[in-house]
């Protein structure tokens, strides 16, 4: 469809936001915890692993958002200690430009659709909130994969499911994964 054809038909693509999240891993549990306070402040947190009766290959179980990840990524966190084995943990960090406008949230609207695009598209078993309906935005999001040394670039996705692109284009339009 057109451009001003799916404007004439009440289509929001014109607030259709894109971002690129640099997702940095893999981390175990005691190292996310000494990086977490060192290097990231806010951002995202994807936990990969296996949860208790799961009998298939290691899979994404939980995307997480915090405006302090030290503080988060702890024991005492709702879902992350329900992946008990071969537990691995990624940090996202947005890698672009911010939006516009005045702030309704207080989490940064980039990180929340980051993180709903990731809860939704992918059905993650243990995000309950964002997985019962598709994010309120048109949103694309570009995933970059690096090594913990933040420099190096990782050839390969960190799990076969976890796709490159997520774009959404808004209610009725569906969404693709890219891998």
Sequence with gaps: MPFYRAMEKGKDIMNHIALIVDWYGPYSYEKVKKVAVEDFADGLYMTIGKIKYQKTS?????VGVSQDLSS???NAHHKIHQVTSERKFWLGEIGSVGIP???NKVIDIRID???WAHAYFLRLPLNDNKTKHAPDKPVTVLNRWWNVDYETPRVRRPNQKWPDLIEYLGRGLGAKLVW
């Design 58 to 62: 290691v899979a994404l179980q939980y």
């Design 113 to 115: 659709l980051a993180e």
């Design 72 to 74: 988060r990524l702890n």
């Design 101 to 103: 406008g005045r702030k």
